[in-house]
């Protein structure tokens, strides 16, 4: 798995793995986990830059209606992950 890592809104670094990456609507979404090797959460990630930004900004999605429509995108990608 993909390891990236972002700064948080206190400049602390936070780390995730990428599960798995697509795009909808033109906008990409990255399924991303906290572990590579436990269970942990899953988290919807949201690239929300802007054309001029130098660095991707992500955010977590949290509206429930984006959030089904992605995930069930992430389900069809990944047959064997339970995606709740």
């Known amino acids: ?3 990236i890592s972002f700064a948080g809104n206190n400049g602390d670094a936070i780390e995730f793995y990428v599960i798995e990456k697509t795009t909808l609507g ?5 399924l991303v986990t906290e572990s590579e090797t436990e269970d942990a959460d899953a988290y919807v990630l949201k690239d929300v830059s802007k054309a001029g930004d130098a660095d991707g900004i992500y955010e977590i999605v949290d509206d429930e209606n984006e959030l089904q429509a992605i995930g069930q995108v992430f389900q069809s990608l990944l047959d064997d992950i339970d995606i709740q």
Do not use: A
């Open 1 to 3: 798995m993909e390891k």
């Open 26 to 30: 033109g906008v990409d979404y990255m």
